[in-house]
């Protein structure tokens, strides 16, 4: 059966596909795409990130001198809500590896969480790289 395009059945499918992917908690493989900055200052770094829903005891940081592993797992203990048009999810999770250029110093990283909004503050590590080397003559 021959069937008469009509661009704007194909048009409004488009945005269905696109509705469904970025209001689909279950998108890249089971996790959400939660916005994230990597910011610079003189002497830090700073992580913003979006994480509605989560409380502090839902999020893990992980640090070594190179960079941070934030991990954020919901739905476990919650209280089940109904909304009238839609169900917010059970279960959400987020994974983000951030690899930094210069070492941070891990033992006065600073982080917080207000209204969903996650801030890490990382200080870099100032080192000098270059040095004077003295040459010391040899002994015969």
């Known amino acids: 059966m021959l069937r008469i395009w009509d661009p704007i059945l194909d048009v409004e499918a488009i945005r269905e ?37 989560f409380c502090p005891e839902d999020i893990s940081i ?11 797992h919901t739905g476990q203990n919650r209280v089940q809500q109904r909304y009238l048009l839609r169900e917010r999810p059970e279960k959400s999770s987020f ?19 207000h209204n969903g909004e996650l801030t890490i503050v990382l200080p870099k590590i100032r080192r000098e790289r270059s040095q004077t080397i003295k040459i010391t003559p040899s002994s015969k």
């Open 17 to 53: 596909s696109i509705y469904r992917t970025y209001n689909d908690r279950s998108v890249l493989g089971g996790q959400a795409a939660y916005p994230l900055d990597l910011l610079e200052e003189n002497d830090n770094y700073i992580v913003r990130a979006s994480l509605p829903g």
């Open 62 to 72: 992980k640090a070594d001198n190179q960079g941070i592993l934030v991990t954020a």
């Open 95 to 113: 994974i983000k590896r951030i690899r930094l250029p210069i070492n941070i110093d891990v033992d006065n990283i600073k982080v917080n969480l």
